[in-house]
C-alpha cells in the first residue's frame, strides 16, 4: 500500500517575518531571474521554478526552508517536488511576495531592472494585436489570424497559469540578469 503524500505547508506573511528575524529561515524565491533582480525580499536566495532542481536547494541546519513566488502558486509546485524527491518537510509563502507586500513588509529593488514579465507580455501582446489589426484592415485579412491566436494565447494563459509568451520572453538575455 502507497504512503499518503506529503502537502506543502503554508506560512503567512508574519509567521515568516518572525521566523526571518530570530534567523530560523533559508528563503529561496522561485520567480524568473528577471522578477527577483526587479523586487525580492531582503536575503532570499534565486532559484527559478523553471530550471528547479531540489539539490540546488540550499540546506542549513537548525533553519526552516521557506519557498515563496509571485503569489503562491510555484512556490507551492516548487514545495511539491521537494517532497517528492524525500524532503521531510516543505513550507511556502501563503500569497507569496503579493502578501508580504500587502502586510507592510519591505523589498529590495534593483533600480535599472528590466521591467517585469508581465508588462512585457502585455505589451507584445498589444503591439501584435494591433499590428495583425493594421495589416488586417490594409493588406490581407488573413493578418487578423496573428490577433486571433495572440487573443486565444492569452485566454489560454488565464485559464491554466501558464503563459507561453512569459517563458519565451523570460529567455531573453536582459531577463537573465541577476
Not at 116 to 125: D, F, G, P
Not at 126 to 149: E, H, K, M, N, R
Request: aromatic share 8%; glycine share 10%; proline share 4%.
Amino acid at each position: 500500500m502507497a504512503s499518503p503524500r506529503k502537502q506543502i505547508s503554508e506560512i503567512d506573511a508574519t509567521t515568516l517575518k518572525t521566523w526571518m528575524d530570530k534567523g530560523e529561515v533559508v528563503l529561496v524565491d522561485v520567480r524568473e531571474p528577471a522578477e527577483y533582480v526587479g523586487e525580492r525580499i531582503r536575503g532570499a536566495e534565486l532559484v527559478p521554478l523553471a530550471h528547479f532542481d531540489p539539490a540546488q536547494i540550499p540546506q542549513t541546519a537548525g533553519k526552516t526552508l521557506v519557498l515563496y513566488c509571485r503569489t503562491g502558486n510555484r512556490s507551492a509546485q516548487a514545495g511539491q517536488q521537494l517532497l517528492d524527491v524525500g524532503a521531510r518537510a516543505a513550507w511556502h509563502l501563503q500569497g507569496g511576495i503579493e502578501a508580504w507586500k500587502a502586510s507592510g513588509y519591505e523589498t529590495e529593488r534593483t533600480a535599472n531592472a528590466p521591467i517585469s514579465l508581465q508588462r512585457q507580455v502585455q505589451i507584445v501582446a498589444g503591439l501584435l494585436v494591433l499590428l495583425g489589426t493594421i495589416l488586417g484592415a490594409w493588406v490581407s485579412p488573413w493578418f487578423l489570424l496573428l490577433s486571433g491566436f495572440v487573443g486565444a494565447g492569452l485566454a489560454f494563459a488565464g485559464m491554466t497559469n501558464t503563459c507561453g509568451m512569459a517563458m519565451l520572453l523570460a529567455k531573453l538575455p536582459y531577463n537573465q540578469r541577476v
